[in-house]
């Protein structure tokens, strides 16, 4: 057995984090064929052409906010909501550098000729970064300046096809105009003409010189602002900012500095030297009229003149420039925020990202049509199954609805139209076409997998709640655990007719197995017990298998000569199915144990309460037990020695609480309050 593993792709989501809040922006490469998206903590890049998806095996440190990639597609960075950064290889997909910001990053931006510097907004700031060249240097990055003017946070940026200066968008309504390097007579411009804050920014060229700016702001209204140049008046740049010699400053102490860079203009002139005499003025104003919203992403590409305007009720509109005639204007679901959206450079296809759904799709506008379409799990994942083949993947979600995945692309390919009222507790696949769901909604539902349609609806006499289910191996008969009464139910899948109930669990039936030579059941319950029945003889336990603690997983060896249970208590039991003996028994409360959330009194290792298995597997041959539960680690057991073998950490991100061991002092945010007791004052300290 192979112990190397690593992380392939994600499957259930491919934008956003489960709990529907954040989300980053999405972007496409240089090729527009590929657009990259990040998930909680770590990022995916999705092929449009191929329709795969890779996912980079690299991890933040919490849930991402904001991703940059350069023009060339060799680097990319990404900046979580704790401002911490990642400097990336986009091509390897490796991480050369790691750092921190001390202000909040709402926005990046490279430079768009060489992507030499890296423009970042950093609270009421903008800090220009020189980028790694292709040579060997001491540090990645390289402060060049700080840009400052602005009395509110910078929300959005953008350069200059030259990359001669940036404008940068505030939360003051205001935008302000810095060259990168310093300008003889040129003074930075702020421009104001706007009520609400900026949310997008974008500047056009032609020739050597910037003639037009659009910005847009939360309240919908797009300003057009063109600037007349003076050309009688002569240009200088000081000598100071043209020399190749510059002092390198280290990224951690600060300071200014210039890298030399290829100039790829032709023209004598920059368009930061023209702006000397340029003088900016309102050409035109339009307002994105949409009731009760707000604008909240705005995409444009340059090439096909098309802006995207995305706003908080789930409406988007595609807008034809300069005159801003509306050309599509459509929903992608009631009061689904629009948080990120994307245009690639020819303008034909646009990406839309809604984090409460964890909605990503790609849409060409000429057609009408859908490139990608993926959406996850409203409120979570609950269950999954592989089908006999392993190509199909089944998930089952808290929002009743069932999902077929292909594990070899990554892809949802489907969603089950009949979906259950309720959460859905169990998935399993009878025949490599036909896959079964039970819900708690009281039903059990058959899918044909190749009409992708249910076609057999099974029910109880008195309504239950189902918890568990189990197939035999001929795909005939169907069981289902209810949570009360505590009785399992069997049905023959072909007639749907209900064939057996049995009785004798004290609690709730919450896993189940069948043998694989067929006929015999294993159940586990809540009341301590597993007991074994065999369906073709009689509707009696013929083994009872008495625990310390209450029996939350059950599994069977591949033979059917032994089976495994997982107690509340952390313990793995293994019983010899002939005999009803106990052969081993393996403590894995310190093996599961680890993580401190934010209320825990206790450190993590004192702390292994609640820390149990909830699922086990074993292996193909049947030596070894896998097992994950309430914890961050999955653990692999051999059995002949009961000895761990390997444990492997599921996620890194900190945006989870109990993922760190150690959770600082400084965190615990207390309060002192003084009370009055007689004469005496005694200071109390609350916790939250």
């Not at 109930?501 to 809540?526: D, E, I, K, R």
């Not at 002949?640 to 760190?660: H, P």
Request: aromatic share 10%; glycine share 8%.
């Amino acid at each position: 057995m192979k112990f190397n593993y690593k992380l392939q792709r994600l499957c259930g989501a491919y934008y956003g984090c489960p709990t529907g809040e954040g989300g980053s922006n999405v972007i496409y490469d240089s090729t527009g064929n590929s657009l990259i998206s990040a998930v909680t903590n770590r990022i995916q890049v999705l092929n449009l052409q191929s329709h795969t998806v890779r996912a980079l095996p690299i991890e933040a440190r919490s849930n991402i906010r904001f991703l940059a990639l350069s023009k060339d597609d060799s680097l990319l960075i990404a900046v979580d909501v704790l401002n911490y950064a990642l400097l990336i290889s986009f091509h390897r997909g490796i991480v050369l550098h790691r750092f921190k910001f001390s202000q909040r990053v709402r926005h990046m931006a490279f430079s768009p000729a060489s992507s030499s510097y890296l423009a970042v907004t950093h609270g009421k700031h903008v800090q220009v970064w020189c980028t790694p060249r292709m040579q060997k240097e001491l540090t990645p990055l390289v402060l060049h300046r700080t840009y400052t003017g602005l009395g509110d946070d910078v929300t959005c940026l953008a350069w200059s096809p030259d990359e001669s200066f940036l404008a940068a968008g505030s939360r003051d309504c205001s935008i302000r105009i810095w060259t990168l390097h310093s300008t003889l007579n040129y003074e930075p411009v702020t421009l104001a003409g706007h009520k609400k804050p900026i949310v997008g920014l974008y500047l056009l060229a032609s020739g050597d010189r910037v003639h037009t700016c659009y910005s847009v702001s939360e309240d919908g209204a797009l300003v057009t602002w063109e600037c007349e140049y003076n050309d009688d008046e002569s240009i200088q740049v000081e000598d100071m900012d043209t020399t190749d010699d510059y002092d390198a400053v280290g990224f951690f102490t600060g300071g200014n500095a210039s890298a030399p860079v290829e100039s790829t203009v032709t023209s004598s002139y920059t368009h930061a030297e023209h702006l000397v005499k340029g003088t900016w003025k309102v050409k035109n104003r339009h307002y994105f009229n949409q009731d009760n919203a707000i604008v909240s992403t705005v995409s444009y590409s340059e090439r096909g003149q098309i802006m995207a305007v995305g706003f908080s009720s789930g409406l988007f509109g595609l807008y034809e420039m300069p005159s801003a005639a509306n050309l599509h204007t459509l929903s992608i679901g009631s009061n689904q925020l629009i948080r990120a959206s994307a245009l690639n450079h020819s303008g034909e296809w646009l990406a839309l990202a809604c984090p409460k759904s964890q909605q990503l799709l790609v849409w060409e506008w000429r057609s009408e049509t859908y490139v990608l379409k993926q959406r996850g799990h409203a409120y979570g994942m609950r269950c999954m199954a592989y089908s006999p083949d392993g190509v199909i993947l089944c998930t089952g979600g808290e929002d009743g609805k069932i999902k077929l995945w292909n594990a070899t692309s990554g892809f949802c390919y489907v969603t089950l139209e009949q979906n259950h009222t309720a959460p859905v507790t169990a998935v399993a696949f009878a025949k490599a076409s036909v896959v079964l769901s039970a819900s708690l909604d009281g039903t059990v539902r058959a899918h044909d997998l190749h009409r992708y349609r249910t076609f057999r609806t099974l029910t109880t006499p008195t309504p239950v709640q189902f918890l568990s289910l189990a197939i035999d191996p001929s795909g005939e008969i169907v069981t289902a655990g209810s949570t009360d009464p505590f009785h399992i139910y069997a049905w023959n899948l072909q007639t749907g007719k209900l064939l057996d109930v049995f009785t004798g669990h004290a609690g709730p039936v919450c896993s189940m197995a069948f043998q694989p030579s067929g006929g015999v059941l294993v159940s586990a319950s809540w009341d301590g017990t597993v007991k074994l029945w065999d369906l073709y003889k009689k509707n009696v336990a013929t083994e009872n298998l008495q625990h310390t603690a209450d029996v939350v997983c059950v599994a069977s060896r591949p033979d059917g000569k032994e089976i495994c249970s997982g107690t509340t208590g952390g313990m793995l039991c293994i019983w010899d199915v002939e005999t009803g003996r106990l052969k081993y028994e393996i403590d894995g409360r310190r093996d599961i144990s680890g993580g401190r959330k934010m209320n825990d009194r206790m450190t993590a290792d004192n702390n292994a309460a609640g820390r149990y298995f909830t699922s086990v597997c074993y292996s193909a041959d049947g030596s070894f037990i896998l097992a994950g539960g309430n914890s961050k680690y999955v653990c692999i057991y051999e059995l002949s020695q009961q000895i761990l073998l390997k444990k492997f950490q599921v996620t890194f991100n900190r945006s989870l609480d109990g993922v760190l061991d150690e959770v600082r002092s400084v965190l615990y945010f207390c309060r002192w309050y003084a009370v009055t007791i007689g004469k005496r004052i005694v200071m109390m300290m609350n916790f939250p």
